[in-house]
């Protein structure tokens, strides 16, 4: 009876003495966080982001010293700046990325070049292929009844830090504040198809189309009567053989019904603006890009490439509520054609579309 007692006693004194311990995640490590939060903080999911890890690995720095940052952090911490635009100070003291203002700035500029000088091309490519070219085409008619479009052109504007004096002419935009003026083409299904993120706020996007090397294979195809097949963008554009652009002044039923499934058409463009700036904080008004013009274009260009990793990994895309733009920058752009052949022609192909497809 003594026995029993003492060995109960001893069995109580152990359990006593035994620690229960929750498992505590681990702080240096962004991917012990719960699938949701990661998303949330990175906009992208772990798998995903592991294989974006694996991609850019072979091109960032190795640690020498043992107080090195790992890679993952690094490209973590450049990845919450693109979602949040957060000041870097704020980044840096956040608990997913607790480095100093100077190392995230280090990981920020090491993570976007890479994405834009290494795997940018990769992810973002035009379509110059006869298949590829039809894809694009038939899904546009049959989501619009729009005929023969392979893509939808227009400029947004990213807010970005104050430049200086000498350049502030060209960054100073017709709002009223300083930005990049970035040319995106996409498919209906909101692919980037070409980003052209080399021009301030204050250049008009027809210039920059005429100054793009997207205009000059499209015209070169043309010529050489390869494809049959153009872009459509709103009244700031030019009417060429490959860039539809709307009637200013629809006179026929036809002109409207061709007006009307042009807008339906470059509907995605503009959802596409929609999504980048709130999936990206960094590319919205409200935040803006901190750093000198040239900078500010290759984040622009990282955020681009993203996007599409984004896609082909199916990651969710927010709802955005789109309402058309009444306030168009429109000009006289059909008369500074130099070519009047050219714009012979656009009216030409304008019209037989309307004859063949709106009546």
Known sequence: MMVAHLLALA???????????????????PFYLPEARFIELFRLNKESALELLGEISPYMKDGIRITFVPKAIRMVSALH??????????????FVCPLSKTT??????????????????????????????????????????????????????????????????CYINRKGFFSKNVQLICDYDLNILAGYARFGGSTHDAFIWENCKVRQLMQQQYEQNIYTCWLIGDSGYPLQPWLMTPYRNPETRG???????????????????????????????????LFNPVYSGAIINACLTLHNFRKLHNMPMPEINYTQDTNID????????????ILQDARRIRENLVRNYFN
């Open 104 to 169: 995230i700035c280090r990981s920020i500029n090491e993570v976007t070049l890479i994405i834009q000088n290494k795997i940018m091309m990769k992810y973002i490519k035009f379509p110059t292929s006869l298949e590829m070219k039809n894809r694009i085409r038939q899904r546009f008619f049959n989501a619009t009844g729009f005929p023969g479009v392979i893509g939808a052109i227009d400029c947004t504007h990213v807010k970005i830090k104050k430049p200086s004096a000498e350049d502030e002419y």
């Open 11 to 29: 069995d109580d004194q152990r359990n006593m003495l035994r620690v229960h311990r929750r498992f505590l995640r681990d702080n240096t490590d």
């Open 81 to 94: 700046y693109y979602a949040t635009g957060s000041f870097l100070r704020d980044i840096g003291q956040d």
């Open 255 to 289: 002109e409207e019904n061709f007006n009307n499934h042009h807008i339906q058409a470059r509907n995605c463009i503009e959802r596409l603006n929609g999504v980048l700036k709130k999936v990206f904080a960094c590319l919205s008004s409200d935040r803006g890009i």
């Open 330 to 341: 429109i000009g006289e752009h059909e008369t500074m054609e130099s070519n009047a052949t």
